[in-house]
């Protein structure tokens, strides 16, 4: 669907983006992180025809992004900016309009209507922008990025400054993209809103650090543990586990955190000896660190690197 080639972006002498890779596939959300100044918003740029890499190639189906095709490849991309960029004097449907025709589409009246219709804003059209909450604005905004029906979307923090239940908001309607087939590149530092949404991950500082699922990077830096909760302090049980062989044990008040290589075959065992030593065991399960921790872990050893 996208492929970035070895994409470099210099402005002067500062290097923004260096030798960055990947492809994006149809019907997956793919995450770009990055503290700020890593280089991200460049790189959506660039992959969206706005901006000309210094070295490297964006394709789009096979067809390389040049100043010749980038006119036509631009078609095939949505982009949702940080600030939502509304006309705060127009209408939302004059917003759309406007953009529709930008679009060269036909009927533009027939798309904006339907426009509003799916992002379920029909009853906020005549409403000018400036009486808009965050939320709806971002709304508005997404359904105007989307009006060409692009099956690429690029989302440059779309819920930043949203409260929770606007945030949930933009968060389902990202999702609804991705079941209608879309590739969608999402570019945050909302890290719980990544863990909830995003198929595979990239941490990018000014080059890309790490790339994958959030499950492979966490089992990359992260040995497995089991949680086990008590009903009594967990201190004497540590020694018991540690006695049989479990040497990474360590106690929070009432918990066992027990890193175990194999935790489907292990950890039956773990409880077997905590109950015969008197232990009462409340809960169970497998301790999945944050993705938080995955990130700054990751940010840190490229700190370390560097």
Same mark, same amino acid.
């Given at each position: $669907? !996208?492929?970035?080639?070895?994409?470099?972006?210099?402005?002067?002498?500062?290097?923004?983006?260096?030798?960055?890779?990947?492809?994006? =596939?149809?019907?997956?959300?793919?995450?770009?992180?990055?503290?700020?100044?890593?280089?991200?918003?460049?790189?959506?740029?660039? #992959?969206?025809?706005?901006?000309?890499?210094?070295?490297?190639?964006?394709?789009?189906?096979?067809?390389?992004?040049?100043?010749? @095709?980038?006119?036509?490849?631009?078609?095939?991309?949505?982009?949702?900016?940080?600030?939502?960029?509304?006309?705060?004097?127009?209408?939302?449907?004059?917003?759309?309009?406007? &953009?529709?025709?930008? &679009?060269?589409?036909?009927?533009?009246?027939?798309?904006?209507?339907?426009?509003?219709?799916?992002? =379920?804003?029909?009853?906020?059209?005549?409403?000018?922008?400036?009486?808009?909450?965050?939320?709806?604005?971002?709304?508005?905004?997404?359904?105007?990025?989307?009006?060409?029906?692009?099956?690429?979307? $690029?989302?440059?923090?779309?819920?930043?400054? !949203?409260?929770?239940?606007?945030?949930?908001?933009?968060?389902?309607?990202?999702?609804?993209?991705?079941? *209608?087939?879309?590739?969608?590149?999402?570019?945050?530092? +909302?890290?719980?809103?990544?863990?909830?949404?995003?198929?595979?991950?990239?941490?990018?500082?000014?080059?890309?650090?790490? $790339?994958?699922?959030?499950?492979? #990077?966490? +089992?990359?830096?992260?040995?497995?543990?089991?949680?086990?909760?008590?009903? *009594?302090?967990?201190?004497?049980?540590?020694?018991?586990?540690? @006695?049989?062989?479990?040497?990474?044990?360590?106690?929070?008040?009432?918990? #066992?955190?027990?890193?175990?290589? +194999?935790?489907?075959?292990?950890?039956?065992?773990?409880?077997?000896?905590?109950?015969?030593?008197?232990?009462?065991? =409340?809960?169970? $399960?497998?301790? *999945?660190?944050?993705?938080?921790?995955? &990130?700054?872990?990751? !940010?840190?050893?490229?700190? =370390?690197? @560097?």
């Amino acid at each position: $669907m !996208l492929t970035a080639a070895r994409l470099s972006r210099r402005f002067g002498d500062r290097l923004a983006v260096d030798d960055v890779s990947f492809t994006l =596939e149809p019907g997956e959300i793919f995450a770009l992180l990055g503290p700020n100044g890593a280089g991200k918003t460049t790189t959506l740029r660039i #992959l969206a025809g706005l901006i000309a890499p210094t070295t490297g190639s964006v394709e789009i189906d096979g067809q390389r992004m040049g100043p010749q @095709s980038a006119p036509q490849l631009r078609a095939r991309i949505g982009f949702l900016t940080e600030a939502p960029g509304l006309w705060d004097r127009l209408t939302v449907r004059d917003n759309l309009l406007v &953009y529709a025709r930008l &679009y060269g589409l036909p009927s533009p009246t027939t798309v904006v209507d339907e426009a509003l219709e799916r992002f =379920e804003i029909r009853d906020r059209g005549d409403d000018r922008a400036a009486q808009l909450s965050k939320g709806l604005k971002q709304r508005v905004a997404l359904a105007r990025s989307l009006l060409h029906d692009p099956p690429i979307a $690029m989302l440059d923090e779309p819920t930043s400054g !949203l409260d929770p239940a606007s945030a949930r908001e933009v968060r389902d309607l990202v999702l609804s993209l991705r079941a *209608q087939g879309r590739t969608i590149l999402l570019c945050t530092h +909302n890290l719980d809103e990544v863990e909830r949404v995003a198929d595979r991950v990239a941490v990018l500082s000014r080059r890309l650090i790490a $790339m994958g699922t959030p499950a492979s #990077l966490r +089992n990359k830096l992260f040995a497995p543990r089991v949680r086990v909760r008590l009903s *009594q302090p967990a201190e004497p049980f540590a020694a018991v586990l540690r @006695s049989a062989g479990f040497s990474d044990v360590h106690v929070d008040g009432r918990v #066992l955190l027990v890193g175990i290589a +194999n935790t489907a075959v292990l950890t039956p065992d773990v409880v077997r000896r905590l109950v015969e030593a008197g232990a009462g065991v =409340e809960t169970v $399960m497998a301790e *999945q660190p944050p993705l938080e921790d995955v &990130y700054l872990k990751l !940010l840190n050893r490229r700190g =370390e690197a @560097s």
